[in-house]
């Protein structure tokens, strides 16, 4: 068994006002995927300019946050909803849903093609490899809270985490998903995104592998409120992911099928398969 490393989830207190590393960490998430989509913009050349790119990682950043408030109390919390309706606006006593906020990006990059003229699957295309990484950050950040921890196990890398109130050996699944659905989706988009691909392949790409690994995951996480959806294995995780997974496998297939669309990086509308 590892030993819990027992990072204060609070990063800085002055006075009543508190920081936690929660918060930090989706703001190390958003300027990582600024940074990663000046230097996209930089290789791809694809006529965007940096007011363009901070408009989009502001709109993104909106959707991520009031997409993953609703959904999470949409799909996971809906009798306090239902009970108190004004409990939607209680942000700091946590609760993000990633479909949820994945369901705001979708949004938030619409509104964000209507107003610069863009065309909505390109905007899509651009920004999907720069999502995981925020991933990435946002599981750290519920590793360090000792939250949304994993089912107990007998391996050896098994952690005791101190929010637990069994005290058991469980899976540290925050790092697995921080590992899968971060990292490694990161470097699998943000390559395969390098050459010129179908408009919207990236896009189902993205949503293929996050419905995927988060899928997988599901099975070491503990599902939330210890309930199973059906068939004393499915989670909520896993029921939410389905549709990603079916959808972005029939996007990917219709993207290459359809060899008359264009260059996800919006150079132009050539023709990339034939």
């Not at 479909?99 to 003229?117: D, E, I, P």
């Not at 189902?204 to 068939?231: K, N, Q, T, W």
């Amino acid at each position: 068994m590892l030993q819990y490393p027992n990072i204060d989830p609070i990063a800085i207190s002055l006075g009543p006002l508190q920081i936690h590393w929660y918060g930090i960490m989706y703001l190390i998430g958003f300027v990582a995927a600024w940074l990663l989509a000046k230097k996209r913009v930089s290789i791809n050349g694809s006529g965007w300019n940096d007011e363009q790119v901070g408009d989009l990682i502001f709109y993104s950043a909106m959707g991520v946050v009031i997409g993953g408030r609703i959904g999470y109390m949409l799909f996971y919390n809906f009798s306090s909803l239902i009970d108190n309706p004004l409990s939607l606006f209680k942000v700091w006593q946590g609760g993000m849903s990633f479909h949820g906020g994945f369901l705001g990006v979708v949004l938030a990059v619409y509104l964000f093609s209507r107003k610069t003229k863009k065309p909505v699957f390109k905007v899509l295309d651009f920004v999907a490899p720069l999502v995981p990484i925020g991933l990435a950050t946002g599981r750290l950040g519920n590793f360090i809270g000792a939250e949304l921890y994993g089912r107990a196990t007998d391996m050896p890398w098994g952690m005791v985490f101190p929010t637990d109130p069994f005290a058991l050996v469980r899976h540290p699944s925050q790092l697995y998903q921080a590992g899968l659905e971060g990292l490694t989706l990161f470097l699998i988009i943000w390559f395969y995104s390098a050459k010129p691909r179908p408009t919207f392949a990236v896009s189902g790409m993205f949503c293929l592998g996050y419905g995927l690994f988060r899928s997988f995951v599901e099975f070491f996480r503990e599902p939330d409120g210890g309930i199973f959806v059906a068939f004393d294995w499915l989670t909520r995780g896993q029921l939410l992911s389905l549709p990603m997974i079916i959808i972005g496998a029939l996007v990917v297939v219709l993207a290459y099928r359809n060899n008359t669309f264009g260059k996800a990086n919006d150079k132009s509308n050539v023709k990339v398969n034939k």
